[in-house]
T-cell receptor, first 113, second 114 residues
């Protein structure tokens, strides 16, 4: 079945550091890919998405490019802030029928001033 | 636009007791999901509804978990009897149809079974 693998955490960075969280997937066909973020005490929020190969999703300074050849969707941000501290989840959704989101295990990011 | 509403936010019960969670999805969203998120893990799908019909309940422990979505709007997830390993956050989400569309999540119900 479909699956998502993302880098193990926790990740601790200093403010203004560069962030990369790796995500690779296994799926049949051409799924849509998502990054969700979960801030402390809150629910999951969509951060960005890409629905076809070579699409780049971006939001709040975060970016991720849908790479079909490497089945990857790595999350990047050039300069992290303390407010970016959260758990980040990579997810996919198949495009055939009404399929649910399949999530990775999540990566906890802590940004220190 | 109102988001996905869930209640209660927190619940503590003893093992072997029963518990129910309620979810009201975003208006007009035909698809509703219940996910279980155990501490340190990603959300795992329990059940998916399309309107008031079940699309996927393959990972729902049917000997103790049940869910319904009457009239294709609100949904209730029940656990009876609860076990210690059911301690988790239960997330409700909804989406409109289409593979590329995202799901919108409620804040979740944190269940602690003691």
């Amino acid at each position: 079945g479909d699956s998502v693998t993302q880098m193990e955490g926790p990740v601790t960075l200093s403010e203004e550091a560069f962030l990369t969280i790796n995500c690779t997937y296994t799926a049949t066909g051409y799924p849509s890919l998502f990054w969700y973020v979960q801030y402390p005490g809150e629910g999951l929020q969509l951060l960005l998405k890409a629905t076809k190969a070579d699409d780049k999703g971006s939001n709040k300074g975060f970016e991720a490019t849908y790479r079909k050849e490497t089945t990857s969707f790595h999350l990047e941000k050039g300069s992290v802030q303390v407010s970016d501290s959260a758990v980040y989840f990579c997810a996919l959704r198949g495009n055939s029928g009404n399929t649910p989101l399949v999530f990775g295990k999540g990566t906890r990011l802590s940004v220190i001033a | 636009e109102a988001g996905v509403a869930q209640s209660p936010r927190y619940k503590i019960i003893e093992k072997r007791q029963s518990v129910a969670f309620w979810c009201n999805p975003i208006s007009g969203h035909a698809t509703l999901y219940w996910y279980q998120q155990i501490l340190g893990q990603g959300p795992k799908l329990l059940i998916q509804f399309q309107n008031n019909g079940v699309v996927d309940d393959s990972q729902l422990p049917k000997d103790r978990f049940s869910a319904e979505r009457l009239k294709g709007v609100d949904s209730t997830l029940k656990i009876q009897p609860a076990k210690l390993e059911d301690s988790a956050v239960y997330l409700c989400a909804s989406s409109s149809q289409g593979g590329g569309t995202e799901a919108f999540f409620g804040q979740g119900t944190r269940l602690t079974v003691v």
